[in-house]
């Protein structure tokens, strides 16, 4: 990308030329790199940033080139009627030579190979940020165009000015400034002229480039300079200094909070990998957590510049709710700093912070369990979000489960799988859960009516995820997960009296069950004698290796095309009804009214399950009739 140079003489401007591919880049960055206009501010005050850290850098070495009196800042002055911006720097500047490279040569960064020289502590410690080079063209976007006049600190070479209108071509010449660094005169457009507004800029600064470095100042309305940004960002901080109400108000005031947050995680890491992180566990859920547009609560800064809102790619999924800010010291970004590059670097943040949240939320745990509680009832569908997505944290998720229980009084009594564990019968091998819409259903299901008669707790799983999960857990401390309502029920040492029954029942009601299944051919898979129920007279039975009734209804609400699987119906033989229904066969196997009561005990079943008969006027008609046979008319 050379220049063609037009004119020699350094009494007159040179006027160079961008070639052609040049022109074609220059064009594309100032209309396609950002999607923001406002970006031009953030990019020019941290180019200033990089100029300052340049000068305070050298002077470690050369102590001339900053005078111990001297404040080094960045000072904004804005022009509404001549629509003109000037944001200077008195950093260390450049010569004729290194602004035609640096800025004469689009794509070149004198940042990055400043960057490039240095090794070891040196390069740590420079703490440049502009390393693409292609930022100060931005500024192209709202200006028609642009002055610079800068002088480079500790050389004898007259100041310079450089100007162009961003299109085909810029003149450079010698200028005069008393003092080193850099001054730029931004010229708007006439649509661009807000830009030129005192609240535009202090909004702009204070969204982007609050927490600088250095001191950013800007006249106030009785035209003294005042500092417009922070300077030093309150997770720069230690711990130590900060209170708990300030780190509340920086909760409500710069990420949006409500309430106090349940848990604040500060942290610093340092070494290879340097970042610093301030995150907070809210108190409540936003409204948008299921949503399908929902945002992730962290925003990321590199060396204290605001790079962008809702970075999902530093978090999972499964931890959208938590808020806060990660400072990276070395992330790189793409050349629009709007979009992360997959990095390594991105990988091992993410995996440090996922791990300090999961072990924050066991200790709440293990410590604060009313607070767990509530974190619990708002976040808890989300958590489990994690064992479908995150193989690699499997376990530590797995402690933080909660669900329902048969133990619990009420939906806020919950269990872990680990204090399930604890309280199982010694004689009990598995973890048996029950899913359904909620807990009113599931609590009465006849599929629980066996594990209550022998005291073996069931979980209650009722959160719209749990069905997809189960695989997922599979089992935990060596114990299964098992369905009470799906397979053939078998509780091992626990049903040793059962067993022996059961077979007996089997036997006595082998023909009932088969005319009964060629009654239910179209509804049913299979019919049979069950030892799971102790007041019901039947229940409906998922197959073990089909999807199950709740899964079906589940897939039906979004959209998806099911074939329905065909349940088993399972038939308590010590049940008054069935005793009855089976004397009656015995009787006469062609009994009119037989029909009608297993097809009434059929739909009794389903509507059991939570679900709807397949034809509720057929089931009213069977009702009514049933009432006047036992009324009497």
């Known amino acids: 990308?050379?220049?063609?140079?037009?004119?020699?003489?350094?009494?007159?401007?040179?006027?160079?030329?961008?070639?052609?591919?040049?022109?074609?880049?220059?064009?594309?960055?100032?209309?396609?790199?950002?999607?923001?206009?406002?970006?031009?501010?953030?990019?020019?005050?941290?180019?200033?940033s990089d100029a300052l850290d340049k000068l305070r850098f050298e002077a470690l070495t050369n102590p001339s080139l900053l005078s111990s009196d001297t404040e080094l800042a960045i000072r904004i002055k804005l022009d509404k009627t001549a629509k003109t911006i000037t944001i200077s720097d008195n950093g260390i500047g450049m010569t004729r030579q290194e602004v035609i490279e640096n800025i004469g040569t689009i794509a070149r960064s004198g940042s990055k190979a400043f960057l490039e020289k240095m090794t070891g502590d040196q390069k740590a410690d420079s703490n440049l940020i502009g390393q693409f080079g292609v930022g100060f063209y931005s500024v192209f976007m709202v200006a028609s165009s642009v002055k610079l006049v800068t002088k480079r600190a500790g050389s004898d070479e007259p100041a310079?000015?450089?100007?162009?209108?961003?299109?085909?071509?810029?003149?450079?010449?010698?200028?005069?400034?008393?003092?080193?660094?850099?001054?730029?005169?931004?010229?708007?457009?006439?649509?661009?002229?807000?830009?030129?507004?005192?609240?535009?800029?202090r909004s702009l600064i204070k969204k982007y480039s609050d927490f600088i470095a250095f001191p950013i100042y800007l006249p106030n309305d009785k035209g003294a300079d005042e500092i417009i940004n922070q300077t030093k960002p309150i997770w720069k901080r230690p711990a130590s200094e900060i209170t708990s109400e300030q780190y509340e108000e920086f909760f409500h005031q710069a990420l949006g909070g409500f309430d106090k947050p349940l848990a604040t995680l500060h942290s610093q890491a340092e070494g290879i990998m340097e970042y610093s992180s301030l995150l907070f566990i809210p108190e409540k859920a936003p409204f948008d957590l299921f949503s399908m547009e929902r945002k992730h609560g962290v925003k990321l800064y590199v060396k204290r510049v605001f790079i962008m809102d809702n970075c999902k790619e530093l978090l999972p999924d499964y931890l959208r709710f938590v808020r806060g800010i990660i400072d990276s010291e070395d992330l790189p970004l793409n050349v629009s700093r709007e979009i992360l590059q997959k990095n390594p670097v991105i990988d091992k943040i993410?995996?440090?912070?996922?791990?300090?949240?999961?072990?924050?939320?066991?200790?709440?745990?293990?410590?604060?369990?009313?607070?767990?509680?509530?974190?619990?009832?708002?976040?808890?569908?989300?958590?489990?979000?994690?064992?479908?997505?995150?193989?690699?944290?499997?376990?530590k998720l797995l402690e933080l489960l909660r669900f329902q229980s048969s133990n619990g009084a009420t939906s806020e009594d919950t269990v872990s799988l680990k204090q399930y564990v604890e309280r199982m019968r010694t004689d009990q091998k598995d973890i048996y859960y029950i899913i359904g819409e909620n807990r009113s259903i599931v609590e009465k299901s006849p599929h629980l009516e066996v594990f209550k008669s022998k005291s073996i707790e069931v979980l209650y799983m009722v959160d719209p995820i749990d069905e997809f999960i189960v695989p997922d857990i599979y089992n935990y401390d060596g114990k299964q997960l098992k369905s009470v309502t799906q397979g053939n029920l078998d509780l091992g040492d626990l049903a040793k009296e059962e067993k022996s029954a059961i077979k007996k029942a089997e036997s006595k009601f082998k023909k009932l069950s088969e005319r009964i299944k060629n009654i239910l051919a179209d509804s049913v898979k299979e019919v049979r004698v069950t030892t799971r129920l102790t007041d019901s007279p039947?229940?409906?039975?998922?197959?073990?290796?089909?999807?199950?009734?709740?899964?079906?209804?589940?897939?039906?609400?979004?959209?998806?095309?099911?074939?329905?699987?065909?349940?088993?119906?399972?038939?308590?033989?010590?049940?008054?009804?069935?005793?009855?229904?089976?004397?009656?066969?015995?009787?006469?196997?062609?009994?009119?009214?037989?029909?009608?009561w297993v097809k009434l005990l059929f739909d009794q079943a389903t509507i059991a399950e939570g679900q709807m008969v397949a034809d509720p006027l057929a089931y009213s008609k069977r009702v009514n009739k049933l009432l006047s046979q036992v009324s009497g008319q």
Not at 6 to 23: C, D, G, L, V
Not at 173 to 185: C, H, L, P, Q, R
Not at 553 to 577: C, D, R, Y
């Open 1 to 48: 990308m050379a220049e063609t140079e037009t004119a020699t003489s350094t009494n007159e401007p040179q006027k160079m030329e961008f070639q052609t591919e040049a022109r074609q880049l220059l064009h594309l960055m100032i209309h396609a790199l950002y999607s923001h206009k406002e970006v031009f501010v953030r990019e020019l005050v941290s180019n200033a």
């Open 160 to 201: 310079v000015v450089w100007e162009s209108s961003g299109e085909s071509s810029f003149t450079i010449n010698d200028a005069e400034k008393a003092s080193s660094g850099t001054d730029i005169v931004i010229y708007l457009k006439e649509d661009e002229s807000t830009y030129a507004e005192d609240w535009q800029i």
């Open 538 to 596: 039947a229940c409906l039975v998922t197959d073990e290796n089909e999807m199950s009734s709740h899964m079906e209804k589940m897939m039906k609400a979004m959209g998806q095309e099911v074939t329905k699987a065909k349940p088993i119906l399972e038939i308590n033989p010590e049940h008054s009804i069935l005793a009855n229904m089976n004397a009656r066969y015995e009787k006469d196997p062609k009994d009119e009214d037989l029909e009608d």
């Open 350 to 395: 993410r995996k440090a912070i996922v791990s300090k949240i999961l072990g924050r939320l066991k200790e709440m745990a293990e410590t604060e369990p009313d607070n767990y509680k509530k974190f619990w009832q708002n976040f808890g569908p989300v958590i489990k979000e994690g064992l479908h997505t995150d193989y690699e944290n499997k376990e």
